[in-house]
């Protein structure tokens, strides 16, 4: 079992910044690859970073590459999401989740750990 708790969302004016954390407890050295996905009303979870646990590689979607960075501290057990010129389109509930199978993967059904999410939003 894997417990993750996000914090840190809030609102912010287009082009400034805001970092997310996601605390990790529990079974953590089950899980191999952290993931940040968002979602937006009436619109399906998406895909937002990743990182490897062990050795840190990470991938990004295209939408936010540049812009974002994910990262994790391995002594407090928790990831990060570091978010730079935000859009008001990047405005989204930003969930935490964690996949306990080797191999990166980029859809919501291939992560077995879920946060309660943060509210991250962005005004013009």
Do not use: H
């Amino acid at each position: 079992q894997v417990q993750l708790v996000e914090s840190g969302g809030g609102l912010v004016q287009a082009g400034g910044s805001l970092r997310l954390s996601c605390a990790a407890s529990g079974r953590t050295s089950s899980s191999y690859v952290m993931g940040w996905f968002r979602q937006t009303p009436g619109k399906e979870r998406e895909f937002v970073a990743a990182i490897y646990w062990s050795g840190g590689n990470t991938y990004y979607a295209d939408s936010v590459k540049g812009r974002f960075t994910i990262s994790r501290d391995k002594a407090k057990n928790t990831v990060y999401l570091q978010m730079n010129s935000l859009k008001p389109e990047d405005t989204a509930v930003y969930y935490c989740a964690a996949r306990t199978k080797g191999g990166l993967r980029l859809g919501v059904k291939d992560y077995d750990y879920w946060g309660q999410g943060t509210q991250v939003t962005v005004s013009s």
